[in-house]
């Protein structure tokens, strides 16, 4: 199912939404609501980097992960063990194209709840969660999110039970 709907979303956005590159584009912005541990973006940046090396456009990997995926690709969670585990696997991923992280970057994945777009509260113990949570509200309310990918919603099976 997870590859279906990638490769169907990465055909629209080549066929009806004029991006030559489909996934691959830079610029598109991606977003992952309530990720997991990042199947659906996993698959989405692969089928981002097999684009460039089926149109022998292989060298521009790296270039295509750091000025792309990771800028434009983003992901939220709601709980704690996914997200840790999402962020092992997409480092996973990105180590098979031979791309490292440096420093200062990271897979835009955030622990947040999708739905609630207040400010987030001061986390006096964990300071990063904070941060983490005004950077998630940024997205939120700023990023163009053209395409939403991942586990479609099953009818009367949601947890959340807020407005």
Known sequence: MVD???????????DKFGKEKGLAEEGLKLLDP??????????ALRKAEFELLDNRMGGLIPLN????ILRDFYAFELQVVPYIIGHLRVAMALEAWEYEFSKDERFQFYLTNTLEMK?????LLLPQL???????????EKEPILVVLGNPPYFGMSENKGE
């Open 4 to 14: 279906y709907i990638v490769k169907s979303i990465h055909k629209l956005l080549k």
């Open 34 to 43: 309530a990720a997991g541990t990042l199947t659906f973006i996993i698959q």
């Open 65 to 68: 992960i750091k000025n792309h």
């Open 119 to 123: 400010e987030p509260e001061q986390e």
């Open 130 to 140: 904070t941060e983490e949570g005004q950077e998630a509200m940024n997205v939120k």
